[in-house]
């Protein structure tokens, strides 16, 4: 017998119309898209309002430490983008709502298709928002979909890498650099396996979706998780934060790598944003292009795998951290990458825990690098202070710290890329040399405390152009220059346990020269009430006067003022003679120490008592006996 092969007989494909149940499987998950990317739309514009909000509520001392650059452009930038994705959700929303209500009826019709038609419907409302909004840009990339793909992703890896390479030499926080550095090998690992599937319509929602998730994650969703937690608990829990050098030193950092360092840095964050809202459109737009599913496929396509910005070597050191221990005195460091030597960001030298008496030792750069930020010194003689040869070598340099030392003398100069400098408790008996001439350019906060020098030379004035934030404390100070409101730009003034019985008339007009000041304290000081700036009280100006002569308030001062404690009398002849009927006067417990000064992270002698509770904890750490 001869077996005949069976006859193929050739025509047109037949294909089995999608049923009911299939048409609302795909509607469900076009519902899930769409509000993932509405999702999206919002956090990114919420990411964006801080940042401008953060930016408009910085003064200047602040805008200056951390070195942000072009802070107009940048507030006028995130704001305009802000607006972007929160006009791009109302469009969506409202096009949908009303769309929904002029066809409420055929919602309601006993069709068949029904929920077909509420699919279509709903792909309808997403073309809409696609034509209606980047009709041209749509066609545009469209015709050039492929060369469009490709400056795409090149911008994208070129911004990210620059954002990476940022967070490893700038973060002192191990795992959000590493963290951040694993999201880019995640999605350079997994997205080509996206290309196996042989679905048209999901492989590109898919491909859509993921380009979405990591250009939102790394521009908004990564930096806004990893600063939030700090952020609130600085504004909900302990505004005292900002004195602590270890937080101050992270989040100083922190602030520094989200702001814009130079042009190159702007582009690629503006960059950054305009991927992600790009990203989103996509997405958006392949839902509407492809308001159906289709059971045609695809040829199975070999996925192209993206290079990783870094050689993998390298990129193993650093995600396992394989490089010399900082020393135990580094109490923040940070990780470039291709670098494997210790760079330590935050160095606490304490000569007495360490049992010696000359820090300069424990500056080698050998052991801590050449990327110091914040520099502690506490405890140490050095009566002629620190040598210059020994801080030279910190290029970044931000900030220097010399708390309880027997300095007598600084020859200087200091680094010129130092913003803060604060000396507590020296044996200083006038301004130092150092702070005389050759100031750092951008030198804007300068703390002095502890130390004697009854006058403030009227040429030193002019040197200290700059500064925005001037703490004179218990410096037997007895007279405040009266060219010091004209020449400088202040923000923040602390006068505080000095000998001054009255103040400059600028001080007690406000002049229009004081008008960015916010803060005055000058508690302590034998003031009467004919010298106090009230009118700096009345413009809504903190203004503190614990332990001076005050014994009457004007009575134009709002009383919010007081209960607020944005006026504050605390042990004046105007508290003790209404003290039971004053809820807003508060006992001081000790002389010298103020509400403001306990637990406040600076360690201050005159509330390192019992009765203070030893300066709530300031001074654990100076091992004061």
């Known amino acids: 017998m001869r077996v005949v092969p069976a006859v193929t007989v050739s025509g047109p494909p037949t294909t089995s119309k999608p049923s009911l149940r299939h048409h609302h499987h795909h509607h469900h998950h076009h519902r899930i898209y769409v509000d993932m990317t509405l999702l999206m739309h919002f956090i990114a514009f919420v990411y964006l309002a801080i940042n401008v909000v953060a930016i408009s509520a910085a003064n200047g001392p602040d805008l200056a430490a951390v070195r942000a650059n072009y802070p107009t452009l940048t507030k006028l930038t995130y704001a305009s983008l802000a607006l972007l994705h929160l006009g791009t959700i109302a469009f969506i929303l409202c096009g949908s709502r009303c769309r929904w209500q002029r066809t409420r009826n055929d919602h309601r019709s006993s069709h068949p298709n029904a929920t077909g038609n509420n699919h279509r419907l709903h792909s309808r409302n997403l073309a809409s928002y696609s034509s209606a909004s980047f009709a041209r840009v749509a066609k545009h990339m469209q015709d050039y979909a492929d060369e469009f793909y490709v400056v795409f992703n090149v911008v994208e890896i070129a911004c990210q890498s620059h954002q990476a390479f940022a967070i490893f030499s700038t973060l002192p926080d191990a795992r959000m650099a590493i963290s951040y550095m694993a999201i880019v090998i995640c999605y350079c690992f997994a997205s080509p396996f996206v290309l196996y599937i042989r679905n048209a319509q999901t492989k590109t929602t898919l491909i859509n979706l993921s ?59 503006l960059a950054m944003h305009i991927g992600t809202y790009i990203a989103f459109h996509r997405l958006m737009q392949s839902l509407a292009t492809h308001p159906q599913p289709t059971i045609q496929t695809c040829p199975t396509v070999e996925p192209n795998y993206k290079e990783t910005p870094s050689s993998p070597q390298p990129m193993a050191h650093a995600l396992l951290g394989l490089r010399p221990h900082c020393p135990p005195r580094s109490i923040h460091d940070i990780r470039p990458l291709l670098d ?17 008496s000359d820090p300069v030792s424990f500056l080698n750069v050998t052991e801590v690098g050449t990327h110091l930020f914040t520099l502690q010194i506490s405890r140490c003689s050095i009566p002629q202070g620190l040598p210059s040869s020994a801080l030279a070598p910190f290029t970044g340099l931000n900030k220097i710290c010399i708390l309880f030392s027997a300095m007598e003398a600084w020859d200087g100069p200091l680094p010129p890329s130092v913003t803060n400098i604060m000396v507590r408790f020296s044996n200083l008996q006038s301004i130092p040399h150092a702070l005389q001439v050759n100031l750092p350019p951008k030198l804007v906060v ?44 202040l923000f923040d003034v602390d006068f505080r346990l000095n000998n001054l019985s009255g103040l400059p008339r600028d001080w007690i007009s406000d002049a229009a020269s004081l008008g960015n000041l916010k803060q005055v304290v000058l508690s302590g000081n034998p003031l009467r009430d004919s010298v106090v700036p009230w009118l700096l009280a009345l413009r809504g100006v903190a203004l503190d006067l614990t332990s001076t002569l005050v014994t009457t308030l004007p009575p134009t001062l709002p009383i919010k003022a007081m209960s607020k404690r944005m006026v504050v009398v605390d042990d004046t002849p105007s508290c003790m003679a209404n003290q039971t009927s004053r809820p807003d006067c508060k006992v001081v417990c000790a002389p010298g120490c103020f509400h403001f000064m306990r637990g406040d992270f600076f360690c201050d002698l005159a509330c390192f008592t019992r009765a203070c509770d030893y300066d709530g904890g300031d001074c654990d750490t100076m091992e004061l006996t």
């Open 211 to 269: 380009d979405s998730i990591f250009s939102f994650t790394l521009s908004c969703g990564h930096p806004m998780v990893g600063f939030a937690r700090s952020t609130l608990q600085y504004l909900l829990v302990n505004p005292n934060l900002a004195h602590d050098h270890t937080w101050a030193t992270k989040n100083a950092l922190m602030i520094r790598l989200l702001s814009v360092a130079n042009p190159f840095d702007y582009v690629c964050k």
């Open 340 to 356: 494997y030597t210790c760079q330590c960001a935050y160095l606490e030298v304490n000569c007495a825990t360490l049992h010696t």
């Open 446 to 489: 300068l703390v002095l405390e502890g130390c004697i020098f009854d006058t403030i030379p009227p040429s030193i004035v002019s040197t200290w152009a700059s500064i925005q934030k001037l703490h004179l404390m218990n410096v037997s100070l007895s007279a405040i220059p009266p060219t010091l409101a004209s020449t400088l730009q």
